[in-house]
């Protein structure tokens, strides 16, 4: 049924408007009537009351279109963060000779892709073959039905593979379109002059790899040359962003901002002070070149002799249970964020208040939240967000960035 013709619509939209702009539940003196959400969230109620939405890195991910590294900006050299690992081979794995379907037996894994979400463009005729095609004129029915399931289950895949091509062209064409007003915008107010995109983020993993991680039985994840079973596809792996004071500002672009809420996930106790391979001879931030526009050149020997180290590869120095935020975070860190060419700080004691998990290994950090844009009547706006962190105790100490959530 159309939406005009559903008599409650108007009156929907009056209880999602009211929700969204003005109900509250403070906690008052008699009892506390706040949902189990609010409890949680205290310092930002509102993310209870508001559709989230997100860019992340962690894997599976049902879309790549919504990885983290979209939405970061180059620095001017054209560096930004990338994945440093690459699968030995792509495409959908062959079934071992043992797990063949014997002839004449229903092939129930190629049913279950072929009829999967797009729906495949199946075609139901029978054809029949020429005596003399193939030599085939022989061949049982069985045989036949099975060759035309796999034929059409293979031209569904190529359907779907088209289609998601053009979906993440057109999202990425809209978020590039709209980062460039924006920084015509910021360029022209003469408050960004100073964020300019750091060169010394990089991404950090368990296995810091390249792949279509999305939880499905076609996924093409850890194929890597050390993998002692590249069947074995596991999809789970904790990927971010690491950078320290040496690293420059990480700026993004967060495509459509409405309710005026941007948080950021990030770890303190993910890193250390030789965990990032790019400023580990660095003396100052960027290496002194924030502003050199001599192109990033990511084959060179220096950039391919870089030191990668995921997370397993020194894993006890990560499951430090013992840490403290007293080793890892020094009294004179602060961390630096800009709204739209805005900065604001906050300082070590501020900073360690949301560290406070709202479930497993999750907490997050406000960057903006704004409650006269959502009291707009429009669709919202993107919103350039930059993050630095600056410490000369330990300066090359480091901290990740894996997911941001916005409304």
């Given at each position: 049924?159309?939406?005009?013709?559903?008599?409650?619509?108007?009156?929907?939209?009056?209880?999602?408007?009211?929700?969204?702009?003005?109900?509250?539940?403070?906690?008052?003196?008699?009892?506390?009537?706040?949902?189990?959400?609010?409890?949680?969230?205290?310092?930002?109620?509102?993310?209870?009351?508001?559709?989230?939405?997100?860019?992340?890195?962690?894997?599976?991910?049902?879309?790549?279109?919504?990885?983290?590294?979209?939405?970061?900006?180059?620095?001017?050299?054209?560096?930004?963060?990338?994945?440093?690992?690459?699968?030995?081979?792509?495409?959908?794995?062959?079934?071992?000779?043992?797990?063949?379907?014997?002839?004449?037996?229903?092939?129930?894994?190629?049913?279950?892709?072929?009829?999967?979400?797009?729906?495949?463009?199946?075609?139901?005729?029978?054809?029949?073959?020429?005596?003399?095609?193939?030599?085939?004129?022989?061949?049982?029915?069985?045989?036949?039905?099975?060759?035309?399931?796999?034929?059409?289950?293979?031209?569904?895949?190529?359907?779907?593979?088209?289609?998601?091509?053009?979906?993440?062209?057109?999202?990425?064409?809209?978020?590039?379109?709209?980062?460039?007003?924006?920084?015509?915008?910021?360029?022209?107010?003469?408050?960004?002059?100073?964020?300019?995109?750091?060169?010394?983020?990089?991404?950090?993993?368990?296995?810091?790899?390249?792949?279509?991680?999305?939880?499905?039985?076609?996924?093409?994840?850890?194929?890597?040359?050390?993998?002692?079973?590249?069947?074995?596809?596991?999809?789970?792996?904790?990927?971010?962003?690491?950078?320290?004071?040496?690293?420059?500002?990480?700026?993004?672009?967060?495509?459509?901002?409405?309710?005026?809420?941007?948080?950021?996930?990030?770890?303190?106790?993910?890193?250390?002070?030789?965990?990032?391979s790019l400023t580990k001879d660095?003396?100052?931030?960027?290496?002194?070149?924030?502003?050199?526009?001599?192109?990033?050149?990511?084959?060179?020997?220096?950039?391919?002799?870089?030191?990668?180290?995921?997370?397993?590869?020194?894993?006890?120095?990560?499951?430090?249970?013992?840490?403290?935020?007293?080793?890892?975070?020094?009294?004179?860190?602060?961390?630096?964020?800009?709204?739209?060419?805005?900065?604001?700080?906050?300082?070590?004691?501020?900073?360690?208040?949301?560290?406070?998990?709202?479930?497993?290994?999750?907490?997050?950090?406000?960057?903006?939240?704004?409650?006269?844009?959502?009291?707009?009547?429009?669709?919202?706006?993107?919103?350039?967000?930059?993050?630095?962190?600056r410490s000369q105790k330990m300066?090359?100490?480091?901290?990740?960035?894996?997911?941001?959530?916005?409304?």
């Open positions: 049924l159309a939406d005009k013709y559903w008599h409650v619509g108007d009156v929907y939209k009056l209880i999602q408007n009211n929700l969204r702009t003005h109900i509250t539940t403070p906690k008052t003196e008699g009892d506390d009537v706040r949902s189990a959400c609010e409890k949680v969230f205290t310092k930002f109620p509102r993310v209870c009351r508001v559709q989230m939405h997100g860019y992340g890195m962690w894997t599976p991910q049902a879309s790549y279109d919504y990885n983290l590294l979209h939405i970061v900006k180059p620095a001017l050299n054209g560096y930004k963060p990338y994945f440093s690992l690459s699968n030995v081979y792509d495409g959908f794995d062959l079934l071992p000779y043992k797990q063949a379907i014997p002839d004449g037996e229903i092939d129930v894994h190629a049913i279950a892709i072929a009829t999967t979400t797009p729906p495949p463009d199946l075609d139901h005729s029978w054809i029949e073959e020429d005596e003399n095609d193939n030599n085939n004129s022989n061949e049982p029915q069985t045989g036949a039905t099975r060759r035309m399931l796999r034929e059409s289950s293979e031209k569904a895949f190529r359907a779907v593979a088209v289609a998601t091509d053009k979906l993440s062209f057109t999202n990425m064409e809209r978020v590039e379109n709209d980062d460039r007003t924006l920084q015509r915008k910021l360029q022209g107010s003469g408050t960004a002059s100073s964020i300019v995109p750091g060169r010394g983020w990089e991404t950090h993993a368990w296995s810091p790899v390249k792949g279509f991680c999305d939880g499905s039985a076609q996924s093409e994840c850890k194929r890597t040359a050390d993998e002692k079973c590249l069947l074995y596809g596991a999809n789970d792996n904790h990927m971010d962003l690491h950078g320290n004071s040496l690293s420059g500002w990480l700026v993004f672009t967060v495509p459509k901002v409405r309710e005026g809420i941007i948080l950021a996930r990030m770890e303190w106790w993910c890193g250390s002070e030789t965990a990032n660095w003396k100052e931030v960027d290496d002194g070149k924030t502003m050199d526009t001599t192109p990033w050149n990511g084959t060179s020997s220096r950039n391919r002799n870089l030191e990668v180290t995921p997370w397993n590869a020194s894993y006890s120095r990560y499951r430090d249970l013992k840490m403290t935020p007293e080793q890892k975070v020094p009294s004179d860190f602060e961390m630096d964020y800009a709204i739209n060419g805005e900065i604001k700080t906050m300082n070590r004691e501020e900073w360690m208040k949301y560290t406070q998990e709202y479930s497993k290994n999750c907490a997050v950090w406000p960057l903006l939240n704004d409650e006269s844009m959502a009291q707009k009547d429009w669709e919202g706006e993107p919103v350039e967000v930059a993050i630095r962190f300066p090359k100490q480091t901290y990740c960035i894996s997911h941001i959530y916005y409304a």
